[in-house]
């Protein structure tokens, strides 16, 4: 792939970013939003293309990597994009896993309402509401455990085990003891509160 980043600017900033730049991680992240994208796009199939938000997925990327940056192994721009896209695959195929399932459930709630009215609505989508459509640029680590200190325990919870480490909501729904439903509710409770804990969310996500 062209990268979009000089290679001797990007090494410069994987190295600031590692030790806690803002600045430095929101310009690498910046430069490869429309890269993690074109991964959503090309990974997700047309069925689900209009139950899937590439946005939704591409901050969760986001956030994760802002959380793992100092783990990275390496300094160079294409070190940095292979940690990055291997990040964004593991979100991308869990949306997959995730929504498929909940297509699977519509269809039988249809099939159930055919028999009965007061059939239960299917439940919402996990992420609900958009719950940005904007990446985070410029949140250095200490300023993203602050936001995450300020959440409700519940939330605090889940957004770290989705989000940072990358569990699948099957794992966290059993780690917690709590139903699918109620772990996606409060991620989506999670993300919008963290995002209100922010003042650097880029306008035209």
């Given at each position: 792939?062209?990268?979009?980043?000089?290679?001797?600017?990007?090494?410069?900033?994987?190295?600031?970013?590692?030790?806690?730049?803002?600045?430095?991680?929101?310009?690498?992240?910046?430069?490869?939003?429309?890269?993690?994208?074109?991964?959503?796009?090309?990974?997700?199939?047309?069925?689900?293309?209009?139950?899937?938000?590439?946005?939704?997925?591409?901050?969760?990327?986001?956030?994760?990597?802002?959380?793992?940056?100092?783990?990275?192994?390496?300094?160079?721009?294409?070190?940095?994009?292979?940690?990055?896209?291997?990040?964004?695959?593991?979100?991308?195929?869990?949306?997959?896993?995730?929504?498929?399932?909940?297509e699977?459930?519509?269809?039988?709630?249809?099939?159930?309402?055919?028999?009965?009215?007061?059939?239960?609505?299917?439940?919402?989508?996990?992420?609900?509401?958009?719950?940005?459509?904007?990446?985070?640029?410029?949140?250095?680590?200490?300023?993203?455990?602050?936001?995450?200190?300020?959440?409700?325990?519940?939330?605090?919870?889940?957004v770290?085990?989705?989000?940072?480490?990358?569990?699948?909501?099957?794992?966290?729904?059993?780690?917690?003891?709590?139903?699918?439903?109620?772990v996606?509710?409060?991620?989506?409770?999670?993300?919008r509160?963290?995002?209100?804990?922010?003042?650097?969310?880029?306008?035209?996500?």
């Open positions: 792939m062209t990268h979009p980043l000089n290679s001797s600017h990007a090494r410069e900033l994987i190295k600031a970013a590692k030790t806690g730049d803002r600045d430095a991680m929101g310009e690498l992240l910046g430069a490869y939003r429309s890269y993690l994208r074109a991964i959503t796009e090309a990974e997700i199939d047309g069925a689900l293309k209009a139950r899937v938000d590439s946005s939704d997925i591409v901050q969760q990327t986001c956030l994760s990597a802002i959380q793992k940056i100092g783990d990275l192994d390496g300094s160079n721009q294409g070190q940095f994009v292979a940690w990055l896209k291997r990040i964004h695959l593991r979100n991308v195929q869990d949306a997959i896993r995730h929504n498929r399932g909940t699977k459930r519509s269809i039988s709630k249809e099939q159930q309402l055919q028999n009965s009215s007061s059939a239960p609505r299917e439940p919402p989508h996990p992420l609900g509401d958009t719950p940005s459509q904007n990446a985070i640029r410029r949140e250095s680590t200490d300023e993203l455990k602050t936001a995450l200190a300020r959440l409700p325990e519940d939330q605090r919870e889940v770290q085990l989705r989000c940072f480490e990358v569990w699948e909501f099957q794992r966290i729904s059993e780690h917690l003891d709590r139903t699918h439903d109620a996606a509710s409060l991620l989506k409770r999670g993300l509160n963290l995002r209100k804990y922010y003042n650097t969310i880029d306008p035209e996500g």
